[in-house]
């Protein structure tokens, strides 16, 4: 055996820890979806037809497993938004602001139980380590991108009379520390933080049924106001 090899039985472990973490995962997943974010390590134990007990070797609390979902799903929809926004030319930036806002809608749709579970209704007892951070911030990072490149480009940038409350802008001022903000300037970003709760609000209402016997296409619908979104915002 060459130096660093793994040993074949602590390989065969490892592999065998990781199918049964990706099953319980699965399992978890399909209660989601039937019962919403009310998950029970007991019931995921007895669809594996494992005691609870032996869950807990591979997951010590209900919070620990919630966390590894909500994080996957988090980068899960990052990556979608990020491949669709990488897949439409740099200096197209509504274009990249409409692929992005779609990439949202068809991921939502795809995993309904996965976008209930990190913008739904908060999980009773639940709450958000710092591990869920970064991932969470994958999305807003790609459109936060687009706004920067729309400011340095000159397209996108504040009107004369745009006006903010004293407690806005100091909220603003604490956003715009961050470097992915770097550069957008406060009116601008408000704006945007407008598009984004509108673009989770239409997905959300959606996604719900809020829509219900109200809007009958209701993708043609979502493109119409995510391009009136982007005019709004400058792009």
Not at 34 to 52: F, H, K, P, T, Y
Not at 67 to 96: K, N, S
Not at 184 to 209: C, D, K, N, Q, Y
Request: charged share 25%; aromatic share 8%; glycine share 8%.
């Amino acid at each position: 055996m060459e130096t660093g090899d793994e040993p074949p039985a602590r390989g065969l472990r490892a592999r065998v820890r990781a199918e049964m973490v990706d099953e319980i995962k699965a399992v978890a997943r399909r209660h989601l979806a039937a019962e919403g974010a009310n998950l029970s390590l007991r019931a995921v134990a007895r669809d594996l037809g494992m005691v609870s007990s032996a869950v807990y070797r591979y997951f010590p609390s209900r919070d620990a497993l919630l966390t590894v979902l909500i994080v996957e799903a988090y980068d899960a929809l990052g990556e979608a938004t990020e491949r669709a926004e990488a897949a439409v030319a740099r200096r197209d930036l509504r274009g990249r602001w409409i692929a992005s806002c779609h990439a949202v809608r068809d991921w939502a749709l795809a995993h309904p139980a996965e976008y209930a579970l990190i913008f739904g209704s908060p999980v009773p007892g639940y709450a958000a380590p710092p591990d869920t951070v970064g991932p969470a911030s994958r999305t807003p990072a790609v459109l936060a991108v687009i706004l920067r490149d729309a400011v340095a480009a000159g397209v996108v940038s504040p009107n004369r009379n745009e006006r903010l409350p004293r407690a806005l802008r100091a909220d603003l001022k604490r956003l715009l520390a961050d470097p992915r903000f770097a550069g957008i300037p406060e009116p601008v970003l408000a704006r945007a933080m407008t598009g984004w709760i509108h673009l989770f609000g239409l997905v959300s209402f959606e996604l719900f049924g809020r829509f219900n016997d109200m809007i009958t296409d209701t993708g043609q619908f979502f493109d119409y106001q995510v391009r009136a979104m982007g005019t709004q915002i400058g792009l």
